[in-house]
């Protein structure tokens, strides 16, 4: 083969000279004469490469077309050989503009590259509008397609977690569909639990958990008062702007894309399965509570359940005579888990879209399925997702275009049981693992008559009777309708009406469609204990709910850009009104006639009928204006008047301004020496004002409180109205003042990017409770805007991307980091005493308050001398031991050895203040600090492979009473799932070096338990660092994709949460789990393994 022909190059030349045998050239006059072809000499091409100044060494320098190339040297210097002088030469680098050359006559190059400005040159995507990157004073940050496209992900809210510094994102179970959380940049008022920012898809505000990923180009965040003031009273959070990919022009372009995953726990199921062990280490538990055991097994039992440790030919289920009845007694080795629970769940997403036009009209149709399955092994436990996306725009005249952008999503989600987490929860507790779930005759098991408990609370016998099951559906249609008015080349109008439809809720604190058309069906299931004999637990009852909303968003807004020579100006005025309005009906009845139909008209009980309707309004005029004198002092004003109809009307309107600047210093001359090394660099600072408008619905009218008396009269229930509760009638916004300073550094030739932030945001006004007035007032204090909140923080972003040459090819890498972190601290509340259950001056958020722990007794003398000193009637931790039966009521070797911090002879909170918190101290914040992410990437002859880091410094949790998986039978000593090596982790006199005490019932579980009171032993630091996302892909050549017909084809394998490194003290719960719910019994987190596939026609 000729070094410079491809393979498939000889091929064409061998079926061009097969053709040319059938024609009849002049010339020949002998058919047997042989035809010769000769190969054109090569020509040999040499050259340097610099960058104006500098040679660059590991430029790729390769032949268009093939895959032929060199890279240049240390002193950029290279030489290629070409078939002829018609070659083209293509010199790529990192940080440099692309650059082709036509061979022609030249032998000898010398080659300038330009640096590459694309980056700064870049358009992102503000509040009604766009700028070049270059331009930008406010603190914005935009991430693409590459969040979105290279990996799967469910929705865009877990394509953002860790992308993005200080936007922290949490999910509070792993559900299938279920939602996540956004927060930026902290708590901005004690009055929102999440500090959710606004959301806004194509201008329309909308949910991030709905949207199909695939359809996004790019997200844009909007951190600071400078470039969220634009939105007023919903930017005191932030914003998100979602934009959707366009519509483009030319031939018709058709993607499909898919994925099959299947997901697994990402913790630890492997728990206690031997009802030997399990029954004697709940009974021992229960036994030092309450005197007695827990499962009622007697010294036969025990013996029957040691037999069974190595006989496994033995029955589980026997029939036998107690207290002169026939019944089951359970012998068994149950895994309850595996019972339950699937170890693998199956997904599938599939996506299509079609996209072309011409020069006067083009569009977008783009259409996602999305399926997975639920961990429930037992009926169906199935999510179902649908999005529609349907763009068109037209260029009427030269100077008026109309566009539409029209979005359907929907959603339906099927589950067992009483509920989704109700599951969870049920089944924790009494499904011990010498319990089996189904009798001999088949009937399920519900309880024994040893004990009396409900064996899981009854919830396997429900699941497995099968007709208890729940559903959520939930439908968004979005239709948006512009157009664009150019008056002048400078000058335009742009106007747009959306409409949204929904059965969902909009809850405006998390600015996410929530809820929809839901149904829980109950029915009685049938269980026995004793042989022939069956009973039925629960009972018969439908509850149907259904919502009806409807958004309409008006925006209107006048652009003009202009450069007058040195001068740069763009202004913007405009005007955005929205209306929101929502009614729900929910039907509850018991006793339908068909365990199979569903439909409240089946019922034959009573019937109850609720509903209830909000509706809220805004209208806001803005305004910006930006200013630069040649490209390197830059000015940004913003301001918006906004009216919420959330006051009254003397409070409803505000005015919110904020203003910031920018410093471009490399555009200076002094800067030239430095400006190879130092490629750009920019000052940033801005301040500004912004309210926040998400508080309750009127709360300024006073509203009356019905109710139904217990008793009758005149044979029915009374129904009765309470006077309403005193209100304020000086409500108004909140107001957020945030100061932001920031850097923007461009570094060795436009390959390391550095992004700095510190701000800080003092939140003012923010309702809470009014002035505590005295006990003859009679009523509850009405609300006022009477505390401040102070938040600190900063956030830091890295990125360097280069390449490297590697056989014939470059190989391009990227590696990026972004950290950030806050605090946020109490300035004002009326608070004078200082109690430390209610917010106080100087608090800061998260803050955990604990006893401090020296360790365990490690004899019954030693506890007894320090009961001697501290009485139990003295310690608020030892109610639970002191009300313990016999020898068990006192302190014993192995517990807890409590300091008396203040000396009192006490333990306890004193008077609970800030001056008078006896032996508390500060043990922990709950907050998560140092949020993080790391990115990798490498790509090489069409193989790429990409990684994604996510994680945090520092969060404590302090286990919750019912926190199974941590306490076991500390809490209830009859949990299900016992970890499997939690006896190595308990005190006895052989294992004095144990993490947990001496093992004792309820402790965890009820107030005035020494594990139930935070302490500083068992406090723990959810800091974790998970590979969020490893993929790995390959994209088919372009001599094959021009064979198979194709513009892409890429095909991928990919895993998501597949390892987790942290401090945390169990494997068996989730620190992203723990630190949205405090006992981790929730819907557990899973990790992915999927393979997909990319194409385009």
């Not at 201008?203 to 909007?222: A, F, M």
């Not at 003290?1065 to 596939?1093: H, Q």
Request: with cysteine; hydrophobic share 35%; aromatic share 12%.
């Amino acid at each position: 083969m000729h070094p410079l022909l491809p393979a498939d190059s000889l091929l064409r030349r061998y079926a061009l000279v097969a053709c040319l045998g059938f024609l009849p050239l002049p010339g020949v006059v002998r058919a047997a004469e042989p035809v010769v072809l000769t190969a054109p000499r090569d020509i040999v091409i040499k050259g340097i490469v610099t960058d104006g100044k500098e040679p660059l060494p590991g430029v790729n320098v390769s032949l268009k077309g093939t895959r032929i190339g060199v890279t240049t040297d240390a002193k950029g210097a290279f030489s290629l050989s070409v078939p002829s002088s018609e070659s083209t030469l293509v010199f790529s680098y990192i940080g440099f503009v692309r650059q082709e050359i036509v061979v022609g006559t030249q032998t000898n190059l010398s080659i300038t590259l330009q640096p590459d400005a694309k980056g700064l040159e870049e358009v992102v995507v503000v509040g009604y509008g766009t700028q070049k990157k270059a331009n930008l004073t406010g603190a914005v940050s935009q991430v693409g397609t590459e969040v979105l496209d290279s990996r799967p992900v469910a929705n865009v809210t877990q394509a953002l977690q860790g992308a993005v510094p200080n936007v922290n994102v949490t999910f509070g179970d792993g559900r299938p569909g279920s939602t996540g959380t956004i927060n930026i940049r902290g708590f901005a008022s004690i009055n929102s639990s999440t500090g959710s920012p606004l959301i806004l898809i194509d201008g329309v505000p909308g949910s991030l958990n709905s949207i199909n990923p695939r359809d996004v180009e790019n997200i844009t965040v909007l951190k600071d008062a400078a470039s969220s003031a634009i939105y007023g009273a919903r930017g005191a959070f932030g914003v998100v702007l979602i934009t959707t990919k366009k519509a483009a022009s030319g031939k018709m372009q058709v993607n499909y894309s898919s994925n099959f995953g299947w997901s697994t726990p990402t913790v630890r199921t492997d728990f206690i399965t031997d009802g030997y062990t399990s029954a004697k280490l709940n009974d021992e538990a229960f036994l030092r509570a309450v005197g007695k055991t827990y499962t009622g097994y007697t010294d036969q039992d025990y013996e029957e359940l040691k037999k069974r440790q190595t006989d496994k030919s033995l029955p589980s289920v026997v029939i036998d005579n107690r207290n002169g009845k026939d019944m089951y007694v359970y012998y068994g080795s149950t895994d309850w888990w595996s019972t339950m629970f699937r170890k693998w769940s199956p997904s599938m997403e599939h996506n299509l879209s079609f996209n072309g036009g011409n020069d006067k009209t083009n569009y977008l149709i783009s259409g996602r399925y999305y399926q997975k399955r639920g961990v429930m092994r037992l009926n169906q436990d199935v999510y179902n997702g649908y999005n529609f996306r349907a763009k068109l725009n037209t260029k009427v005249t030269d100077w008026f275009s109309l566009n539409t952008n029209t979005q359907f999503n929907a959603s339906d989600y099927t589950y067992p049981g009483w509920g989704v987490n109700s599951n969870f929860v049920s089944v924790t507790v009494h499904a011990l693992p010498s319990y089996v779930p189904v009798n001999p005759d088949g009937t399920a098991t519900y309880r024994t008559e040893l004990n009396n408990y409900t064996i899981g609370d009854g919830i396997y016998a429900d699941l497995l009777h099968g007709k208890s099951k729940g559903g959520e559906k939930r439908f968004e249609l979005t239709n948006t309708v512009g157009g664009t008015l150019k008056l002048s080349k400078n000058l335009s109008v742009v106007g747009s009406y959306s409409y949204t439809l929904s059965n969902g809720t909009f809850n405006v604190n998390r600015s996410a469609w929530e809820g929809g058309n839901t149904f829980l069906r109950r029915t009685a299931a049938p269980w026995s204990i004793y042989p022939g004999v069956i009973s039925y637990v629960g009972y018969d009852q439908l509850n149907e709910t259904s919502n009806l909303s409807q958004y309409h968003v008006v925006n209107a807004y006048a652009t003009y850009d202009k450069t007058f020579g040195d001068h740069g100006l763009k202004a913007m005025i405009g005007y955005n009104q929205e209306l929101y309005q929502q009614k729900s009906l929910s039907g509850n009845r018991k006793d339908l006639l068909s365990e199979d139909l569903n439909d409240v008209n089946l019922g034959s009980g009573a019937q109850e009928i609720n509903g209830g309707q909000a509706e809220w309004a805004l209208l806001g005029y803005f305004a910006r204006i930006n200013y630069d004198y040649k490209g390197k002092y830059l000015l940004e004003l913003n301001g918006r008047y906004d009216g919420t109809s959330r006051f009254q009307p003397s409070d409803r309107f505000g005015f919110f301004p904020s203003v910031s600047a920018g410093w471009r210093v490399s555009q200076e001359n002094f800067f030239d020496p430095i400006r190879d090394v130092v490629n750009d660099l920019k000052f940033r600072a801005s301040y500004g004002a912004l309210g926040n408008q998400q508080v309750a619905n009127y709360a300024y009218v006073s509203s009356l409180s019905r109710g139904t008396l217990s008793y009758l009269m005149n044979g029915v229930k009374t129904e009765y109205l309470s006077s309403p509760a005193p209100i304020s009638n000086t409500l108004t916004w909140e107001k957020a003042t945030s100061t932001d300073l920031g850097l923007d550094v461009v570094l060795l030739k436009n390959r390391l990017n550095l992004t700095f932030d510190w701000y800080r945001r003092a939140t003012t006004q923010m309702l809470t409770k009014g002035r505590t007035l005295p006990t003859v007032f009679g009523a509850t204090e009405p609300r006022e805007n009477a505390a401040d909140l102070l938040t600190k923080g900063f956030e830091i972003s890295l990125g360097w991307r280069d390449q490297v040459r590697i056989g014939a090819k470059a190989l391009q890498y990227n590696v990026g980091f972004n950290i950030g972190d806050y605090t946020a601290k109490i300035t004002r509340f009326d608070n004078p005493t200082q109690l430390l259950s209610s917010y106080y001056v100087g608090q800061q958020l998260g803050e955990m308050w604990g006893y401090s722990v020296d360790g365990m007794f490690g004899t019954d003398d030693e506890a007894a001398a320090w009961q001697a000193k501290i009485p139990l009637a003295n310690s608020a931790v030892h109610k639970q031991i002191s009300s313990a039966p016999g020898e068990w009521g006192k302190l014993r070797a192995g517990d807890l050895r409590f300091i008396d911090v203040n000396g009192d002879n006490k333990i306890s909170v004193g008077a609970n203040t800030v001056g008078d918190h006896g032996d508390l101290k500060r043990i922990g914040n709950s907050l998560p600090r140092y949020s993080f992410g790391v990115n990798a990437g490498v790509s090489w002859n069409g193989f790429d492979v990409s990684a994604f880091f996510q994680g945090i410094g520092r969060q404590n949790w302090y286990p919750g009473s019912n926190a199974d998986k941590f306490w076991g039978p500390y809490s209830r000593p009859y949990y299900s799932f016992v970890p499997k090596d939690f006896e190595s982790q308990i005190w006895t006199e052989t294992n004095r070096n144990a993490y947990l005490p001496v093992l004792r019932g309820y402790t965890a579980l009820n107030g005035g338990g020494d594990l139930q009171a935070a302490n500083d032993r068992y406090i723990q630091n959810l800091a974790y660092v998970r590979l969020k996302n490893l993929t790995v892909g390959y994209t088919l050549p372009n001599q094959v994709l021009q064979r198979l017909k194709m513009s892409r084809c890429r095909i991928y394998a990919s895993g998501e949460n597949l390892f987790t490194l942290t401090k945390f003290k169990t494997d068996y719960i989730d620190p992203e789990m723990a630190a949205a719910e405090t006992n981790g019994r929730v819907y557990p987190f899973s990790k992915v393994f999927s393979m997909g596939l990319d194409i385009s026609f």
